[in-house]
């Protein structure tokens, strides 16, 4: 049997951290304590002007293919997930795979569930894998999500941050990826979404995030709950052994409602919200890495990845590290 195991991780956050104060120097009309209390967000980072979606995808991509010691020409799968392209097409994917200088002819796309994509992206790989017809995957989330804010609109353009993250996901004997969830309900998108687009040469309707930030909260506590209850189900293991539970970054309270329904500690939730803000598809990956790198996240232990996002979409993983 085929088993998906992720073997290398990579980030990259551009530019300064911009932090609540640094906001509100530069005109919204917000407090550092409004955004702490409500959200646990302290700083964030923005890409410059030139910086794109796959000039961020391409750093952390190279350090999770550094980490995971293989060559950029092993991989033979490449999944961008992202809401925010460099362009309409082709495929942030395919940049990436040209900024890596493969040239064998592997598969790439992209992957479009906002919030939840890397989380899509990564399942997606996974039975690309397991079904014995690619090898090696690179899984990246990667957004500009300063790109999409109003900064007329207090109550979404403090939240957001940009960043990239990255694994390898590769063909092994032993799991790896014991669980997947995926789900989608396509009658709520109006709750949060980008009703915009590009129609004879001019964008037509509205180019920016719009949110109802309490009606995506309840919605988020749920299923993230759900979600994880879920993988933890199907792959037959107690909440007690998952070492390390890795939710989308969005807001500290959503966080800790979920830790409190699995009755899991805090003490075994990776936060980077604080420092990050939500970097929608990015958030997952970026805090994976995070805590791999800093020591928290070891070779063995077990963790849940979830997310939630636009659409709406949701999904959570449970592997073996
Ligand atoms: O990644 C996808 C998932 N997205 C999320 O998970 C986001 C989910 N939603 C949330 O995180 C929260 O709902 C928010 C952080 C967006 C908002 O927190 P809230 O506790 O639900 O606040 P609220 O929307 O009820 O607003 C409360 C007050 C309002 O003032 P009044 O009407 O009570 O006087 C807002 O005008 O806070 C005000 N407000 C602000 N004040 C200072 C809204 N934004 C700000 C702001 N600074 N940036």
Redesign the pocket.
């Known amino acids: 049997m085929i088993h998906a195991k992720i073997t290398g991780t990579g980030s990259y956050l551009p530019g300064a951290p911009v932090t609540n104060n640094d906001l509100i120097r530069r005109g919204?009309?917000?407090?550092d304590e409004?955004?702490i209390t409500?959200?646990g967000i302290r700083s964030r980072h923005f890409a410059a002007p030139d910086e794109t979606t796959s000039a961020l995808a391409l750093v952390a991509a190279r350090r999770a293919i550094e980490s995971a010691g293989c060559s950029a020409d092993d991989i033979d799968l490449i999944i961008v997930a992202t809401s925010t392209p460099d362009f309409i097409f082709p495929s942030t994917a395919t940049l990436v795979q040209a900024g890596l200088g493969i040239h064998n002819g592997g598969a790439a796309f992209d992957v479009q569930a906002?919030?939840c994509g890397f989380v899509y992206g990564l399942t997606v790989a996974e039975k690309f894998i397991r079904s014995g017809s690619h090898k090696r995957a690179l899984v990246i989330g990667a957004e500009v999500f300063s790109r999409i804010l109003d900064w007329d609109d207090?109550?979404?353009?403090?939240?957001?941050g940009d960043g990239a993250g990255a694994i390898i996901l590769e063909a092994a004997n032993q799991p790896g990826i014991r669980a997947t969830a995926l789900h989608a309900d396509g009658h709520q998108h109006k709750l949060?979404w980008v009703p915009g687009n590009v129609s004879g040469g001019k964008v037509t309707g509205d180019p920016f995030l719009r949110?109802d930030?309490?009606a995506?909260?309840k919605f988020?506590v749920k299923v993230l709950g759900d979600v994880a209850q879920e993988v933890t189900d199907s792959a037959g293991v107690p909440h007690d052994s998952i070492d390390w539970l890795i939710p989308?970054q969005?807001?500290i309270?959503?966080i800790q409602s979920t830790a409190k329904r699995l009755k899991l500690p805090s003490e075994k939730i990776v936060l980077t919200v604080d420092s990050h803000g939500?970097t929608?598809a990015a958030?997952v990956p970026l805090a994976l890495d995070c805590a791999v790198r800093d020591g928290r996240v070891r070779p063995g232990q077990r963790i849940v990845v979830e997310g939630?996002?636009?659409g709406f979409t949701w999904g959570a993983a449970l592997f073996d590290f």
Do not use: D, P, Y
């Not at 919204?28 to 407090?31: G, H, Q, V």
């Not at 207090?154 to 957001?160: A, E, G, M, Q």
């Open positions: 919204i009309n917000t407090s409004w955004i409500r959200t906002v919030c207090r109550s979404t353009c403090v939240l957001f949060l949110m930030g309490q995506v909260f988020a989308h969005a807001n309270r959503i939500n929608s958030s939630v996002g636009g």
